[in-house]
C-alpha cells in the first residue's frame, strides 16, 4: 500500500448544515449534495490540493455503508491540520472560521516549539488546526 490519501470523509450530522459551513462560511467550492437518489447516498465533495478531496456524509448513512456501529462523537479523535504560510493567516482563518459558525476552544498564539497555531470546531465537533510552522516551507 503507498503512503497516500485521497478522500477524507467527515461523518455529520446535518448535510445541509455542513455543505453551508464549509462552502458559504468558508468559500470552500463544491457541486453540492449528489447522490439524494439513492438511501444512503447523499455525499458532497470539496476539491482540495491536487489529488485529495474532502467528502461530508451523514453518520448514520456512513455507519450503515461501513457496518461500523454509530458511536458517541468526539472531538478528540484526530485533528484536521491546515498548514499556512504565517501568522496573520493563522489570525485571518480563525476569525473566517469563527463568523462561518465554527467553535474556538483553542484562540491562535505562540506555540511553545516556535510556531503559531489555534484551533477550531466546525458544525459537527470535527477539530481542525490552523498552523503556522516556520520550519515549513508551503507549495502553493
Not at 455529520?12 to 438511501?39: P, Q
Not at 476539491?47 to 461500523?68: F, I, P, S, Y
Amino acid at each position: 500500500m503507498k503512503p497516500r490519501i485521497s478522500v477524507l470523509t467527515l461523518g455529520v450530522d446535518d448535510l445541509e448544515r455542513s455543505v453551508c459551513f464549509y462552502r458559504d462560511g468558508l468559500g470552500w467550492h463544491t457541486e453540492g449534495i449528489i447522490g439524494k437518489e439513492f438511501e444512503h447516498g447523499a455525499v458532497a465533495f470539496f476539491d482540495l490540493q491536487a489529488g485529495l478531496k474532502l467528502a461530508l456524509w451523514d453518520r448514520r448513512d456512513l455507519a450503515h455503508e461501513t457496518h461500523v456501529a454509530l458511536g458517541p462523537k468526539s472531538s478528540t479523535e484526530m485533528t484536521i491540520g491546515h498548514n499556512v504560510g504565517s501568522k496573520e493567516e493563522v489570525d485571518r482563518i480563525m476569525a473566517l472560521a469563527e463568523q462561518a459558525g465554527a467553535a474556538i476552544p483553542d484562540p491562535a498564539h505562540d506555540a511553545f516549539w516556535g510556531g503559531y497555531s489555534g484551533h477550531f470546531l466546525d458544525p459537527d465537533g470535527h477539530l481542525w488546526e490552523v498552523v503556522w510552522n516556520p520550519a515549513w516551507e508551503l507549495e502553493e
